[in-house]
């Protein structure tokens, strides 16, 4: 149980394109999701908490008017990267968290996203 | 605040031999959790094993075994019986703050050598 997916998993894109990642639980509903993003070699940066049903919360430097977060359903969240550039060039990873126990996060597989 | 912090940036350790990959925290919370994660190539994160602040016992899962010592606020992952599908890199992260967040440590790069 607690799958986690994203789509796509990687994804080409021109500069000044917007792309659409999606997170979705498979087999369990996540009131919380999270947005990662990781640099080649580098440790997981917290980009934004999903919350269903509200404003996602941005950390600290990262632009929510070019990462737009959608959290419509208990099952889905999507990151949407706006007029992309080249240093968005990146690896996103989605996670939900469970509201019990160790509230633990199951990460989905990850999206490289390519920005030309 | 909430930091994690791993000092071995790269590790080698010989075929069936064990090795321990360090993690130290700093954090005011009473409550908080840490967890270990593997994330090789393909880039996928899987879970390892977690420890509870309140946990008496060091935790344990397999092969792995979770060296937590609250006073010196360290949290070592010990892999048993290395083998080449453990290379990888390996993350500590602990739950806490008023979100409940993760935050993560720079990661530690394991190979195995046959």
């Known amino acids: 149980g607690a799958v986690v997916s994203q789509h796509p998993s990687w994804v080409i894109c021109k500069s000044g394109t917007s792309v659409k990642i999606e997170c979705r639980s498979l087999d369990f509903q996540a009131t919380t999701m999270f947005w990662y993003r990781q640099f080649p070699k580098q440790s997981l940066m917290l980009m934004a908490t999903s919350n269903e049903g509200s404003k996602a919360t941005y950390e600290q430097g990262v632009e929510k008017d070019k990462f737009l977060i959608n959290h419509a359903s208990l099952t889905l969240s999507t990151l949407t990267v706006t007029s992309a550039h080249p240093e968005d060039s990146s690896f996103y990873i989605c996670s939900a968290r469970i509201l019990r126990g160790t509230y633990e996060q199951y990460f989905g597989p990850g999206t490289r996203l390519t920005v030309t | 605040a909430q930091k994690i912090t791993q000092t071995q940036p790269g590790m080698f350790v010989q075929e069936k031999e064990a090795v321990t990959l360090d993690c130290t925290y700093d954090t005011s919370d009473q409550s908080y959790g840490l967890f270990w994660y593997k994330q090789p190539s393909s880039g996928e994160m899987i879970f390892l094993i977690y420890?509870?602040?309140?946990?008496?016992q060091n935790a344990t899962e397999g092969r792995y075994s979770l060296n937590f010592q609250k006073a010196r606020k360290s949290a070592n992952l010990v892999i048993s019986a290395s083998q080449l599908g453990d290379s990888a890199m390996y993350f500590c992260a602990m739950r806490g703050g008023t979100g409940n967040q993760f935050y993560f440590g720079t990661g530690t790069s394991l190979t195995v050598i046959p």
């Open positions: 420890q509870g602040s309140y946990d008496e």
